[in-house]
């Protein structure tokens, strides 16, 4: 299966974890960075790994922003796709990981089959689009408040993800 991850940084927090999840699970054939791709990359993938920050009021990253009208050509029938979004949830604690509920709703509007749903306990934010019956749509972490947890929760997160992507 040809997996790809794609992440947009601004300040290097979500490329860390990036290439942290493709080291854990072990069999991600690329890890884009958005800023310096095209529409090509999405071309003959399997699966999808996306991983984004929410930025000021709830806003997607800036390199997403700038490639988001893209997404609507990339087709992700019935293909798996797991979100990671990275947020503060106290200086940000009414959108913590906003970013994952807008790319949750755009890949599932065009077919996408998300894996990798995870817990919001052991989190204190007031609110997040990204939460879905209880639970975050993808991966939530916290650099700024919680970065201790980060790799425990990239390990447990990647053993729920890695039977949809082998």
Do not use: H
Not at 122 to 135: C, I, L, P
């Amino acid at each position: 299966m040809e997996v790809k991850l794609f992440f947009g940084s601004s300040t290097g927090n979500t490329a860390k974890c990036a290439k942290a999840i493709a080291a854990k699970l072990g069999n991600v054939a690329a890890v884009v960075d958005i800023r310096k791709a095209s529409i090509d990359d999405f071309d003959f993938v399997d699966g999808y790994i996306i991983g984004l920050s929410t930025v000021d009021e709830g806003l997607l990253q800036e390199d997403w922003r700038r490639f988001w009208d893209d997404i609507d050509d990339v087709d992700f029938t019935d293909k798996p796709v797991a979100i990671f979004g990275l947020g503060d949830q106290v200086k940000y604690a009414k959108w913590f990981v906003d970013a994952i509920g807008i790319v949750y709703d755009k890949v599932t509007e065009k077919g996408a089959k998300v894996v990798g749903a995870w817990p919001t306990d052991g989190y204190t934010f007031e609110n997040s689009a990204g939460v879905r019956g209880g639970k975050f749509m993808g991966l939530a972490l916290d650099e700024d408040n919680q970065s201790d947890q980060t790799e425990g929760r990239i390990a447990k997160w990647c053993d729920i993800i890695r039977p949809s992507f082998s």
